[in-house]
Structures are given as C-alpha cells and as structure tokens.
T-cell receptor, first 111, second 117 residues
C-alpha cells in the first residue's frame, strides 16, 4: 500500500533557529496534508497541498509540494516554544476517504 | 460546533476486562475513523466507516477488537478481552467527503488514553 517516509524523527533546536521536516513517497501523490499534534493533544489540520510545486505560507510556516508530487516539506522560520509538538504529513487516497500518516517529526525547542 | 467527542478521556482497566470506547463525530460528516497511537508504532488507522458502513478494517490488530457505527452520530470501539499491549491513545476522527475538491481534512477528537494493567 501507499507509504510515506518522514524525516527526521526528532529535532531539537534553539529558540530562534529554523526547522524543516520532509515527507517522501515513492509514488505520485494526489494531495498531501500536514497536521500538528501538541504534547498530550490530538492532531490538528494545518494545510493541504494539491498542485505540483505549490507553496503555501502560514505566518512563520512554509509548506511546499514537490514538482513531481512525490515529496513535501514544512519549514518553520525562527522557531518559538509554541512550535513544540509532532508534525505529521498525511496523504489522501484518490479512491477512498482515508489518509495515510507519516511517522511524524517531533520538534523540541529550547528557550 | 463541539467537534469530535470521545469518552472516556482516560480508562484504566485490568487485563481480561472488556473496554468500550465511544465517539460522536461532527454532525454531517460522512467518514469516521478510529486510530491508535503509541510511541513504538505511531499513528495507526484501525478501521473507518463511510455513511455508517465499515469500509476497511484491515488495521484492526486481531479479533479482540471490534467497531460499530449504529447511526451517523455514534460509534464504538470495543476490546474484549483487553491486554496490556493494548495500552495506547485511541483517537476518533471524522471528515466530510469532499474528494471531488481534493479535500480529505480530518477532525480529531481529544482521544482516550487506555491503560491495561
């Protein structure tokens, strides 16, 4: 079945440093979503990318979808302690309503 | 909108006991998903329903697990008998069927933290 690999698994940064997590697939994706899960919380939808080469921004967060639609990235500029949590990518199936989640990248930010 | 509601929020039980987790999806949503999250295995899809009908239960670990959705506003996940390795956070999520617009955004409930002693 369809799988996505997400790297790195963990990232520790100093507050103010940038952070990037990557999601890769061996197959072409119809779309990709990103979710954030705060410690002790539940995954919360951040954004969806659909078009090849698409770039979307939400304040300090920049999301990219690769030209070949096989990879995606989430970049956080100047991290803050509020960015702490686990970031998941998820790919939607074109035939079903389900999502396949990546393993997640857990971000720790040292103040 | 109250969002996806799950109960109980925490459950501690002894091995061999039956456990029932409950979920109320967002009104009007077509899909309901049950996930299990552990440190070792991450976020796993157990089963999902479309319009109350189970579509894919291939993620259900074994026969001890069962799920039902008797109506559009309620679903249960049952474990009988429970085992210590079932300890995890169980999430319910729901979504609208907007695949024609490429949208499969899922809304997660707060989760049930299950501990089996």
């Amino acid at each position: 079945g369809q799988q996505v690999m997400q790297i790195p698994q963990y990232q520790h940064v100093q507050e103010g440093e940038d952070f990037t997590t990557y999601c890769n697939s061996s197959t072409t994706l119809s779309n990709i979503q990103w979710y954030k899960q705060r410690p002790g919380g539940h995954p919360v939808f951040l954004i969806q990318l659909v078009k090849s080469g698409e770039v979307k921004k939400q304040k300090r967060l920049t999301f990219q979808f690769g030209e070949a639609k096989k990879n995606s990235s989430l970049h956080i500029t100047a991290t803050q302690t509020t960015d702490v949590g686990t970031y998941f990518c998820a790919v939607g199936s074109s035939n079903t309503g389900k999502l396949i989640f990546g393993q997640g990248t857990t971000l720790q930010v040292k103040p | 909108d109250a969002g996806v509601i799950q109960s109980p929020r925490h459950e501690v039980t002894e091995m061999g006991q039956e456990v029932t987790l409950r979920c109320k999806p967002i009104s009007g949503h077509d899909y309901l998903f049950w996930y299990r999250q552990t440190m070792m295995r991450g976020l796993e899809l157990l089963i999902y329903f479309n319009n109350n009908v189970p579509i894919d239960d291939s993620g259900m670990p074994e026969d001890r697990f069962s799920a039902k959705m008797p109506n559009a506003s309620f679903s249960t996940l049952k474990i009988q008998p429970s085992e210590p390795r079932d300890s995890a956070v169980y999430f319910c999520a729901s979504s609208l069927d907007l695949r024609d617009r490429g949208q499969l955004k899922q809304f997660f409930g707060p989760g049930t933290r299950l501990t089996v002693l």
